[in-house]
């Protein structure tokens, strides 16, 4: 389909475009003459889009193409080769295109045109794939072109990836027939079903502790709290993962509504997973730099949530973990920073850090901190754990905060496990919530106390079984390969092993920690500005129900598997600050104007100054093998003294300079 379209740039102000809709890309023209170089101004990648009707004051018909996570829609080449499009009057916008059709009809066939090819955009990337030479060792390697358009070089961008064109798109669809692209469906679904996805079995049976967790210290237990006490190091159980039960029920905040319901929601999941315990006195194993993990749930609604996680650093021990079921509506992120601190006869875990809990269909997303654990009774009393400190869960859109305090039992007297808190909406306190986070909880709005939450024994035995990848087909970083020697000698009650295997693992991190290799983590990505930590194929996309089916994961990578083939798309997350201030993008506001201002130039800089900050990061790797060479090799002209002033300067500049001017961009 082509015709001319009036499409409004930046400074709000209207443009006649020759413009040419193909399958899953939408070429805007300054002329008629599309076989001719110097006329190409862009490409709409319609995949990354979603259309609506947009209501006009003038003549004719209005509808918006737009990124639903603010990202740009704009392909990097145009269909001739070219790196830039022709000058225009006015810049077109970066995440979003208004066009208007001349009359009602024309936009009637427009939208019934777009929405055909939306839906066929997963159909257009799978058929290039299949016929062309795209595929590498039987797995997809399309690249999103949002990506390329945020990689600083293209080069760089489309190495050991497929770029994605229009010009390939037409030579591929040429000579293919219903009957060829129906066949390649039946098999690559096939395929899809028992290649491309891991075999997952049942985990073990989990063992819960008591309702009240307290225990007396066993003469046979004296000796680990004692190596306890001489080691106390911080780090969490990679493994040890729990869903909190509310999310395995049916229901869904996402399906709320009312904000303030949708809050009492989140804080319902939020407080559902504190009630499970261990069993006895344990010691976690101290998570190796670069462990992994995964698992994932089965739901009764046929939807799967599947979780990652992985030790990002060791010092400071930080751990970045995934969890996602777009078809449910959340996607749940977090970056923890486990630190320790001994007080003789108690020992406090702190997890430092954010949990971040976004619902795809609203585009909101909770972010809550996490409150201590404090175990005291360490060498006199009855041992017992309890949780402790202040959290507070807050959305990015609405005005809806949660303040909970997790209460410590008192010296003389008092009730273990207490939590208090309230629900603020602009400082004026809405609910109320008080109880037990190991019972009943209650929430008190409007003089009305109703039970929020309660592990009761029937919730308890409705908790979802946990599933595990087949030990077979886990990579020797996988938590459960990583300690099978430590976990066996354990189980066969031999000490003396367990130790030398334990032992063994922390030998070979402390041999890699001196090599002075940099480590880099392999399924997250630092954010610069924010400094958490992202799963790098996190989809942040709604569900769609007319082509979505299901997510499945191989090798810790989780796609959407479609009607037309299986898709791959890392959407960045929510930007909180952009969610505060989102506004209409037709507002002529001062504010707003320099809100856009200042999202255009950080979108142009922020690139750059990722890659710089890499080149230092390189830099660093570079002079610490310089380094290690140095002490081999004494004839190096560099002095040992003027390589650590080298280091120091670039140590500098990298941990101090460089993060205090992305703290000054972000408060533009």
Known sequence: MADWLKVRGTLRKWNRYFCILKPGLLLVYKSSKVDKSGYWIGTVLLNNCELIERPSKKDGFCFKLFHPMDQSIWATRGPLGETHGVVTIQPLPTTYLICRAPSEQAGGCWMDALHLTLRCSGLLMRTMCKFSDCNQKGEETIIDEQNAFNDISYNDAVEGSRQFSEVEAEKHFDGLNDDIERAASDSDDEAIDYKEESSYIQSDPEQFGPTMQTEDLADENKSLVWSLLKQVRPGMDLSKVTLPTFILEARSAAAENDPLQRMKTIVKFYLSGFYKKPKGLKKPYNPILGETFRCKWEHPDNSTSYYVAEQVSHHPPISALFLTNRKAGFNVSGTILAKSKYYGNSLSAMMIGDVRITLLQRGETYIATLPYANCKGIMIGTLSME??????????????????????????????????????????????????????????????????????????????????????????????????????????????????????????QRARAKSGIHHKPKWFKQDLLSKNYEYIHADYQAWDENDDIRQIERDYVIRTKTKHGTKERSASPPSSTSMQQEQSEDSDSPENKRYRQKKRRLSRDFDRLQQVQETLDRAVQFLQRLETNFEKRTSVAVTQQQLIAIMAFFTILHAVILPLFFRFLHKL
Request: charged content about 35%; glycine content about 6%.
């Open 387 to 508: 949780y402790g400190g202040k959290v507070r869960i807050e959305c990015n859109r609405t005005d809806y905060v949660c303040e909970l305090d997790f209460k410590l039992k008192p010296f003389i007297g008092g009730t273990v496990n207490l939590i208090t808190g309230e629900i603020k909406c602009k400082k004026e306190s809405v609910a109320r919530i008080e109880g037990a986070w190991d019972g009943e909880i209650y929430i008190i709005q409007k003089d009305v106390k109703t039970l929020l939450w309660s592990p009761t024994p029937d919730v308890i035995a409705k908790r979802l079984k946990r599933y595990e990848v087949l030990l077979e087909e886990q990579d020797a970083w996988e938590s459960k390969k990583l300690w099978l020697k430590v976990s066996e000698a354990i189980a066969n009650d031999n000490q003396k092993i367990a130790t030398e295997e334990k032992s063994k693992l922390e030998d070979e």
